[in-house]
């Protein structure tokens, strides 16, 4: 490849790009020059290419959608994690509630299963009003 050619193949680059206007002088030689004429085609295949690419639709209800989904999986995993937590503590003053029975503490067990009867009703308010605030309900 000559100078010369290499010299307009820079310029080819440019006129690719916007940067520089195609002169009459490199039109004459891409005529008569193979190498250079073939370059620039690929140049323009390249372009086409880039075309395409644009042409490719973005949907974007499908990309909210996909977050979408990406925040039920957190939110399912989120559940399941306080289900997980709420069996596990359950489960702890069960078998405290069961030790204290076999032990023969039944009258205190239903004394405080009344208490729990009693004060849980009067918590329900600030619980409710706790979950608003936190889920910003509450403007
Ligand atoms: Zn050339």
């Given at each position: 490849?000559?100078?010369?050619?290499i010299k307009y193949q820079q310029d080819l680059v440019d006129i690719f790009y916007k940067e520089k206007e195609l002169y009459d002088e490199l039109r004459?030689?891409l005529?008569?020059?193979?190498?250079c004429?073939?370059y620039w085609?690929e140049l323009e295949?390249i372009k086409?290419?880039l075309?395409?690419?644009?042409?490719?639709?973005?949907?974007?209800?499908?990309?909210?959608?996909?977050?979408?989904?990406?925040?039920?999986?957190?939110?399912?995993?989120?559940?399941?994690?306080?289900?997980?937590?709420?069996?596990?503590?359950?489960?702890?003053?069960?078998?405290?509630?069961?030790?204290?029975?076999?032990?023969?503490?039944?009258?205190?067990?239903?004394?405080?299963?009344?208490?729990?009867?009693?004060?849980?009703?009067?918590?329900?308010?600030?619980?409710?009003?706790?979950?608003?605030?936190?889920?910003?309900?509450?403007?």
């Open positions: 490849m000559s100078e010369k050619c004459l030689h005529n008569n020059c193979e190498k004429s073939k085609e295949h086409l290419g075309k395409d690419i644009d042409i490719i639709p973005v949907d974007y209800m499908q990309i909210s959608k996909a977050f979408e989904q990406a925040d039920n999986i957190k939110e399912r995993r989120k559940n399941i994690k306080s289900l997980i937590v709420f069996i596990i503590f359950s489960s702890i003053i069960m078998s405290i509630i069961t030790l204290f029975a076999i032990k023969g503490y039944l009258s205190e067990i239903l004394y405080f299963q009344m208490t729990t009867y009693m004060i849980i009703p009067l918590l329900l308010p600030i619980i409710i009003r706790k979950r608003y605030i936190r889920e910003g309900y509450n403007d």
